[in-house]
């Protein structure tokens, strides 16, 4: 079974504050994503990373940033939190093989305050 | 812009009956339909997988695939109301990115 860890699964911070979001998989797999999850929004992809070193942003990058610096881990990163980005973050993985559905983690709500 | 469509809900459905739930893609050279299951408050957890026409089975659990109509569906039989979440629909584009719909909610009532 593919494993899919959120450092976090509540987190709340203060407006301004850096805030690190850390995701771990065990299945080595090149794709990692990072969404966000708002009420009648549905998912929303804010980053993701096809292999060690590279970033894509997705449909809502701004005021995030995400680093992935080894194959298992990729972390999201607030640089300056604002109330609106309290919401449920997810990440999920995907094999390099074609056709094959995304694996998430627990997910972090986080709460900016 | 690729669209997965969804009715948003709530689906109410008696206990021990079949839940029908529906999506439509816009993308037609999709390949690979997934259908997901997420509990408040939960992450999506993976329920089927289906990736030619016609209809497969997974206990109670049936998913169907239209692809002239581009349409795939989820049937739940014998309906619990562990089964109440919300479910989402995603299918992976002619790029391999996967798109999700926005979920419907279903609610099975005792």
């Known amino acids: 079974d593919v494993k899919v860890t959120q450092s976090s699964r509540y987190l709340v911070k203060r407006t301004g504050e850096k805030v690190f979001l850390e995701c771990v998989q065990d299945?080595?797999?090149?794709?990692m994503f990072w969404y966000r999850q708002d009420p009648g929004l549905g998912l929303r992809l804010i980053y993701f990373s096809y292999d060690v070193k590279m970033k894509e942003k997705g449909d809502i990058p701004e005021g995030y940033s995400v680093s992935r610096e080894k194959k298992e881990r990729f972390s999201l990163i607030l640089e300056s939190a604002s109330t609106n980005q309290t919401s449920m973050y997810l990440c999920a993985t995907l094999t390099g093989l074609r056709n094959q559905p995304q694996h998430f983690g627990d997910g972090t709500r986080l709460s900016i305050l | 812009q690729k669209e997965v469509e969804q009715n948003s809900g709530p689906l109410s459905v008696p206990e021990g009956a079949i839940a029908s739930l529906n999506c439509t893609y816009s993308?037609?050279?999709?390949?690979?339909f997934f259908w997901y299951r997420q509990y408040s408050g939960k992450s999506p957890e993976l329920i089927m997988s289906?990736?030619?026409?016609g209809d497969k089975e997974d206990g109670r659990f049936t998913a169907q695939l239209n692809k002239a109509s581009q349409y795939v569906s989820l049937l739940i039989r014998d309906s619990q109301p562990s089964d109440s979440a919300t479910y989402l629909c995603a299918v992976n584009d002619r790029d391999d990115k996967i798109i999700f719909g926005k979920g419907t909610r279903l609610h099975i009532l005792p």
């Open positions: 289906i990736y030619s026409n």
């Open positions: 299945m080595d797999h090149e794709n």
């Open positions: 993308d037609r050279v999709s390949q690979s």
